[in-house]
């Protein structure tokens, strides 16, 4: 959207008939409405449910085992996006990802809309946030290896990001308070989530 990239990494198998399993060809693009129905779909069928995925007439069809969905494929090729979100990551945050979860969900109810600031240093970061004169502050311990760092974001953005991962702690590679954050876990090997920081207030 502008301000954040999510990348997920699926792996489905070896390839070839010999285990049923076959590669799709790549840069599939779907509509984000297509997706979401999609999602919801997957969501209805058993954990350990078999699918069948194939193409045709520039068709993705989804077969279950109690239902079938068809989207029809975007054409064109997906930015890249890489030459903006390309994060140096010259230190490290290493925090709990429920508490920092909780944390960016407390503070972001007082503010809406608005940003809440990072302040960071050896070992806690600080969130807080302010409106209207009232002000939220949540305080957790964490590992930094950088100077003493503050930066601004989005705390719905920034959440979303972290619910998507699995694990207990979550790492922020940090460069600069105005270069793009990524947020990875050792849980979500194949998941990475880049966010760039709000400017002003």
Same mark, same amino acid.
């Given at each position: ?21 076959? &590669? ?6 779907? $509509? +984000? %409405? /297509?997706?979401?129905?999609? #999602? ?5 069928? *058993? ?6 995925? &194939?193409? /045709?007439? +520039?068709?993705?069809? !989804? ?10 494929? !975007? *054409?064109?090729?997906? @930015?890249?996006?890489? /030459? ?6 010259? &230190? ?11 944390? !960016? %969900? ?12 990072? $302040?960071?240093? =050896? ?44 694990? =207990? $702690? ?7 308070? &105005?270069?793009?954050? %990524?947020? =990875?876990? =050792?849980?979500? @090997? ?6 760039? @920081?709000?400017?002003? #207030?």
């Amino acid at each position: 959207d502008g301000a954040r990239l999510a990348e997920a990494t699926a792996f489905f198998g070896e390839g070839g008939s010999s285990n049923g399993v076959y &590669h799709l060809p790549t840069d599939l693009l779907l $509509s +984000q %409405r /297509s997706v979401r129905a999609l #999602e919801t779909l997957l969501h209805a069928f *058993n954990a350990d449910a078999t699918i069948d995925l &194939h193409l /045709s007439d +520039q068709t993705l069809h !989804l077969q279950g085992p109690s239902a079938r969905f068809s989207a029809r494929l !975007l *054409n064109g090729t997906y @930015p890249h996006y890489e /030459s903006v979100f390309t994060p140096r990551a010259e &230190h490290r945050l290493q925090v709990s990802r429920a508490d920092l979860l909780q944390a !960016l %969900r407390q503070v972001g109810g007082l503010i809406g809309n608005g940003a809440i600031a990072l $302040s960071i240093i =050896e070992h806690a970061v600080m969130v807080t946030g302010a409106q209207d004169g009232d002000r939220a502050r949540a305080v957790l311990t964490a590992s930094w290896d950088g100077p003493p760092t503050q930066l601004s974001c989005a705390p719905h953005a920034l959440a979303e990001g972290l619910d998507a991962m699995d694990g =207990e $702690s979550v790492t922020l590679a940090i460069t600069s308070p &105005h270069d793009p954050i %990524r947020c =990875e876990a =050792e849980e979500s @090997p194949g998941y990475r989530y880049v966010i760039v @920081p709000a400017t002003g #207030e």
